[in-house]
Protein backbone atom coordinates (compact mmCIF):
# COMPACT_ATOMS: atom_id res chain seq x y z
CA UNK A 1 0.00 0.00 0.00
CA UNK A 2 1.18 3.59 -1.07
CA UNK A 3 0.31 6.89 -0.33
CA UNK A 4 1.72 9.77 2.09
CA UNK A 5 3.64 9.28 5.40
CA UNK A 6 2.14 9.76 8.33
CA UNK A 7 2.64 13.04 9.53
CA UNK A 8 5.22 12.86 12.34
CA UNK A 9 6.38 16.07 14.73
CA UNK A 10 10.14 16.87 14.27
CA UNK A 11 11.37 15.66 18.09
CA UNK A 12 13.09 19.31 17.92
CA UNK A 13 10.90 21.06 17.04
CA UNK A 14 8.29 19.36 19.83
CA UNK A 15 11.61 20.53 22.11
CA UNK A 16 11.01 23.81 21.41
CA UNK A 17 7.13 23.86 21.42
CA UNK A 18 7.54 22.41 24.84
CA UNK A 19 9.80 24.84 25.87
CA UNK A 20 7.65 27.79 24.63
CA UNK A 21 4.70 26.69 26.95
CA UNK A 22 7.02 26.21 29.65
CA UNK A 23 7.96 29.92 29.18
CA UNK A 24 4.12 30.85 28.26
CA UNK A 25 3.23 29.61 31.52
CA UNK A 26 5.82 30.88 33.72
CA UNK A 27 5.17 34.74 32.89
CA UNK A 28 1.29 33.99 32.58
CA UNK A 29 -1.51 35.59 35.73
CA UNK A 30 -2.91 33.20 37.58
CA UNK A 31 -6.17 32.37 35.69
CA UNK A 32 -4.00 32.15 32.01
CA UNK A 33 -2.33 29.40 34.30
CA UNK A 34 -5.41 27.91 35.32
CA UNK A 35 -6.30 27.36 31.31
CA UNK A 36 -2.99 26.11 30.74
CA UNK A 37 -2.60 23.69 33.03
CA UNK A 38 -4.74 20.77 31.33
CA UNK A 39 -2.73 20.99 28.34
CA UNK A 40 0.88 21.16 30.01
CA UNK A 41 2.91 18.16 28.63
CA UNK A 42 4.32 15.05 31.21
CA UNK A 43 7.86 15.22 31.08
CA UNK A 44 11.23 13.38 32.26
CA UNK A 45 13.28 16.52 34.10
CA UNK A 46 17.03 15.92 35.46
CA UNK A 47 18.31 18.14 37.84
CA UNK A 48 21.42 17.67 40.42
CA UNK A 49 21.86 13.70 38.90
CA UNK A 50 18.14 12.73 39.53
CA UNK A 51 15.54 11.98 37.17
CA UNK A 52 12.24 12.74 37.59
CA UNK A 53 8.45 11.20 35.32
CA UNK A 54 6.48 14.52 36.53
CA UNK A 55 2.91 15.30 34.99
CA UNK A 56 2.14 18.65 35.57
CA UNK A 57 -1.50 18.10 34.75
CA UNK A 58 -2.44 16.68 37.87
CA UNK A 59 -0.17 17.47 40.42
CA UNK A 60 1.26 21.12 42.15
CA UNK A 61 4.70 19.72 43.04
CA UNK A 62 4.87 18.04 39.25
CA UNK A 63 4.10 21.09 37.81
CA UNK A 64 6.81 23.30 39.77
CA UNK A 65 9.32 20.42 39.14
CA UNK A 66 8.87 20.70 34.99
CA UNK A 67 8.62 24.67 34.94
CA UNK A 68 11.50 25.41 36.86
CA UNK A 69 13.99 22.29 36.58
CA UNK A 70 13.81 21.43 40.35
CA UNK A 71 11.17 20.64 43.47
CA UNK A 72 9.50 23.50 44.98
CA UNK A 73 10.99 22.67 48.42
CA UNK A 74 14.35 23.00 47.40
CA UNK A 75 15.87 24.80 51.14
CA UNK A 76 14.08 21.85 52.62
CA UNK A 77 15.05 19.00 50.76
CA UNK A 78 18.81 20.80 50.69
CA UNK A 79 18.86 20.77 54.24
CA UNK A 80 17.80 17.19 54.78
CA UNK A 81 20.25 16.26 51.68
CA UNK A 82 23.37 17.32 54.00
CA UNK A 83 21.61 15.30 56.98
CA UNK A 84 22.00 12.12 55.70
CA UNK A 85 24.71 12.43 52.30
CA UNK A 86 26.95 9.61 52.71
CA UNK A 87 25.33 7.80 56.29
CA UNK A 88 23.55 4.74 56.38
CA UNK A 89 20.71 6.42 56.99
CA UNK A 90 16.66 5.24 57.84
CA UNK A 91 14.04 7.81 56.21
CA UNK A 92 10.24 7.53 56.86
CA UNK A 93 9.13 10.06 54.03
CA UNK A 94 5.31 10.48 54.98
CA UNK A 95 3.18 11.75 52.18
CA UNK A 96 5.79 10.87 49.47
CA UNK A 97 3.96 11.95 45.79
CA UNK A 98 6.04 11.21 43.32
CA UNK A 99 9.59 11.35 45.08
CA UNK A 100 10.33 14.90 45.13
CA UNK A 101 12.23 13.95 48.89
CA UNK A 102 12.30 10.18 48.44
CA UNK A 103 14.38 9.74 45.42
CA UNK A 104 17.17 12.75 45.93
CA UNK A 105 17.48 11.57 49.60
CA UNK A 106 18.07 7.90 48.73
CA UNK A 107 20.53 8.70 45.89
CA UNK A 108 22.25 10.98 48.36
CA UNK A 109 22.43 8.07 51.82
CA UNK A 110 25.42 5.80 52.01
CA UNK A 111 25.01 1.76 51.51
CA UNK A 112 22.47 0.53 53.54
CA UNK A 113 20.10 2.85 53.51
CA UNK A 114 16.50 2.37 53.13
CA UNK A 115 13.59 5.01 52.20
CA UNK A 116 10.02 3.89 53.69
CA UNK A 117 8.10 6.18 51.00
CA UNK A 118 3.84 6.48 52.47
CA UNK A 119 1.77 7.33 49.74
CA UNK A 120 -2.20 6.16 49.80
CA UNK A 121 -2.67 7.56 45.71
CA UNK A 122 -2.96 4.75 43.67
CA UNK A 123 -1.93 7.57 40.74
CA UNK A 124 0.82 8.64 42.26
CA UNK A 125 2.20 5.06 43.48
CA UNK A 126 2.67 4.39 40.09
CA UNK A 127 4.37 7.77 39.28
CA UNK A 128 6.29 6.70 42.77
CA UNK A 129 7.40 3.56 41.54
CA UNK A 130 8.44 4.43 37.98
CA UNK A 131 10.65 7.42 39.67
CA UNK A 132 12.21 4.95 41.64
CA UNK A 133 13.02 2.62 38.47
CA UNK A 134 14.10 5.39 36.30
CA UNK A 135 16.63 6.08 39.01
CA UNK A 136 17.79 2.27 40.06
CA UNK A 137 17.02 2.64 43.42
CA UNK A 138 14.95 -0.78 43.44
CA UNK A 139 16.67 -2.28 46.60
CA UNK A 140 16.66 1.19 48.21
CA UNK A 141 13.38 2.68 48.43
CA UNK A 142 10.32 0.89 49.56
CA UNK A 143 6.53 1.89 49.03
CA UNK A 144 4.16 1.58 51.62
CA UNK A 145 0.63 1.61 49.70
CA UNK A 146 -1.27 2.79 52.55
CA UNK A 147 -2.17 6.42 54.32
CA UNK A 148 -1.00 7.02 58.11
CA UNK A 149 -2.69 7.24 61.46
CA UNK A 150 -3.05 6.86 65.07
CA UNK A 151 -4.86 3.43 64.54
CA UNK A 152 -5.30 0.41 61.57
CA UNK A 153 -8.14 0.25 59.14
CA UNK A 154 -9.38 2.16 56.29
CA UNK A 155 -10.36 5.65 55.01
CA UNK A 156 -11.27 8.12 52.49
CA UNK A 157 -9.24 9.86 50.56
CA UNK A 158 -10.16 12.88 49.05
CA UNK A 159 -8.93 14.33 46.05
CA UNK A 160 -8.42 18.31 45.11
CA UNK A 161 -8.85 18.93 41.38
CA UNK A 162 -5.64 19.52 39.45
CA UNK A 163 -3.49 18.53 42.72
CA UNK A 164 -2.98 14.57 43.85
CA UNK A 165 -0.38 16.22 46.04
CA UNK A 166 -3.09 17.79 47.78
CA UNK A 167 -5.20 14.63 48.75
CA UNK A 168 -6.32 14.09 52.21
CA UNK A 169 -7.93 11.98 55.18
CA UNK A 170 -9.28 14.94 56.04
CA UNK A 171 -12.71 16.39 54.54
CA UNK A 172 -12.14 18.57 51.57
CA UNK A 173 -15.36 20.63 50.81
CA UNK A 174 -16.87 22.64 48.01
CA UNK A 175 -16.20 22.24 43.89
CA UNK A 176 -12.33 21.69 44.80
CA UNK A 177 -13.09 18.41 45.58
CA UNK A 178 -12.88 15.66 42.88
CA UNK A 179 -13.91 12.37 44.46
CA UNK A 180 -11.73 10.21 46.55
CA UNK A 181 -10.79 6.29 46.98
CA UNK A 182 -11.05 4.36 50.20
CA UNK A 183 -7.13 3.53 51.42
CA UNK A 184 -5.68 0.97 53.88
CA UNK A 185 -4.55 3.23 57.26
CA UNK A 186 -1.70 1.94 59.73
CA UNK A 187 0.01 3.21 62.39
CA UNK A 188 3.27 4.68 62.12
CA UNK A 189 4.24 2.90 65.32
CA UNK A 190 4.28 -0.14 63.01
CA UNK A 191 7.61 0.78 60.96
CA UNK A 192 9.95 2.14 63.29
CA UNK A 193 11.69 -0.97 64.36
CA UNK A 194 13.00 -1.31 61.25
CA UNK A 195 15.75 2.20 62.32
CA UNK A 196 17.49 -0.45 63.99
CA UNK A 197 21.12 -0.83 62.43
CA UNK A 198 21.41 2.73 60.64
CA UNK A 199 23.66 5.75 61.94
CA UNK A 200 20.84 8.32 61.21
CA UNK A 201 17.10 8.50 61.25
CA UNK A 202 15.13 11.01 59.41
CA UNK A 203 11.21 11.93 59.11
CA UNK A 204 9.88 13.92 56.81
CA UNK A 205 6.09 14.52 56.78
CA UNK A 206 3.47 16.45 54.63
CA UNK A 207 0.04 14.72 54.81
CA UNK A 208 -2.59 18.19 54.29
CA UNK A 209 -3.30 18.82 58.39
CA UNK A 210 -3.25 14.98 59.54
CA UNK A 211 -0.13 15.50 60.90
CA UNK A 212 -0.85 15.34 64.40
CA UNK A 213 -2.89 11.83 64.01
CA UNK A 214 0.33 10.29 62.22
CA UNK A 215 3.20 11.93 64.57
CA UNK A 216 1.00 12.17 68.44
CA UNK A 217 1.46 7.91 69.42
CA UNK A 218 4.86 8.21 68.11
CA UNK A 219 5.92 11.48 70.47
CA UNK A 220 3.62 9.81 73.04
CA UNK A 221 5.04 6.74 73.14
CA UNK A 222 8.28 6.91 75.13
CA UNK A 223 10.59 5.32 72.63
CA UNK A 224 12.01 5.46 69.29
CA UNK A 225 12.41 8.99 67.74
CA UNK A 226 13.90 10.06 64.56
CA UNK A 227 17.20 12.49 64.78
CA UNK A 228 15.57 14.72 62.43
CA UNK A 229 11.83 15.86 61.21
CA UNK A 230 10.78 17.73 58.68
CA UNK A 231 6.99 18.51 59.07
CA UNK A 232 5.12 20.57 57.53
CA UNK A 233 3.47 23.20 59.55
CA UNK A 234 1.23 25.43 57.48
CA UNK A 235 -1.83 23.91 58.61
CA UNK A 236 -0.48 24.15 62.68
CA UNK A 237 -3.30 26.77 63.67
CA UNK A 238 -5.66 24.03 62.80
CA UNK A 239 -4.03 21.58 65.17
CA UNK A 240 -6.03 21.14 68.06
CA UNK A 241 -3.24 20.14 70.30
CA UNK A 242 0.68 22.15 70.12
CA UNK A 243 2.84 19.82 68.44
CA UNK A 244 5.69 22.04 67.55
CA UNK A 245 5.53 22.50 71.34
CA UNK A 246 5.56 18.62 71.52
CA UNK A 247 8.45 18.06 70.00
CA UNK A 248 10.79 20.68 71.15
CA UNK A 249 10.01 19.39 74.88
CA UNK A 250 11.54 16.11 73.25
CA UNK A 251 15.01 17.64 73.17
CA UNK A 252 14.46 18.70 69.46
CA UNK A 253 15.16 22.34 68.16
CA UNK A 254 13.93 23.81 65.16
CA UNK A 255 17.05 24.92 62.67
CA UNK A 256 14.77 25.79 59.88
CA UNK A 257 11.77 26.95 58.45
CA UNK A 258 10.95 27.45 54.79
CA UNK A 259 8.47 26.36 52.23
CA UNK A 260 5.67 25.86 54.93
CA UNK A 261 8.02 23.04 56.84
CA UNK A 262 9.89 23.10 60.27
CA UNK A 263 13.03 21.36 60.22
CA UNK A 264 13.49 19.91 63.76
CA UNK A 265 16.62 18.61 64.58
CA UNK A 266 17.37 16.58 68.25
CA UNK A 267 19.83 17.95 70.17
CA UNK A 268 23.20 16.80 69.64
CA UNK A 269 22.31 14.44 66.43
CA UNK A 270 23.66 16.62 63.95
Given at each position: ??????????????????????????GADRATRRKL?????????????????????????????WRDGHPPEIR???????????????????????????????????????????????????????????????????????????????????????????????????????????????????????????????????????????????????????????????????????????????????????????????????
Open positions: MTGQASPLIDPVSAEMTAEALRELFRVPILPPAEISFAGVRMYVDPRDNYTDRMISLTALLELVEGQNAFILDIGANSGAFAIPLALAAGEGSRVIAFEPNPTMIGRLGHNIRLNDLGEVVRIEGCALSDKAGEGLLNFRQRNFGQASLLPIRGRVRDGGTLVPIRPLLDYVHEAEGHDVSILKIDVEGAEVAVLAPLLNAGGWLPDAMLVETDHADEWDVDLVGQIKDLGFEVTLEAEQNTLFVRKGAA
